[in-house]
């Protein structure tokens, strides 16, 4: 069991900006490659940014420049910071790990429970 547990999410107006949060732990955070998706009911699940244990980092072209994609090792939490959030950007956002460099590829095993944004 990876425990992964997001949170950040919430309403704002287009312009604004979120910083979504996974928490895990140690081994998972610096062992794994761990992803941010979002999934709406017209897109289905698309990865947004991604992170592999070596600090590389992966971002869709939808979020490029808008986005990025860190960590905290002390507190074994990844984040995601989205500015200049659009309408289009709203999605329940999901956070998760693997053991493979899946980077943006959607074969990931472990996923938290999403952490709702509203961009409107």
């Not at 074994?76 to 956070?95: F, G, H, I």
């Not at 959607?106 to 409107?120: L, P």
């Amino acid at each position: 069991h990876v425990p992964l547990v997001e949170s950040g999410g919430g309403s704002v107006q287009p312009g604004g900006s979120l910083r979504l949060s996974c928490a895990t732990t140690g081994y998972t955070y610096s062992s794994y490659c761990m992803g941010w998706f979002r999934q709406t009911p017209d897109k289905g699940r698309e990865g947004v940014a991604a992170i592999d244990s070596d600090g590389s980092a992966s971002y869709a072209d939808s979020v490029k420049g808008r986005s990025t994609v860190s960590g905290d090792y002390a507190k074994n939490t990844l984040y995601l910071q989205m500015n200049n959030l659009k309408p289009e950007d709203t999605a329940m956002y999901y956070c998760a790990a693997d053991h493979v460099n899946l980077q943006l590829a959607r074969g990931y095993n472990y996923w938290g429970q999403g952490t709702q944004v509203t961009v409107s």
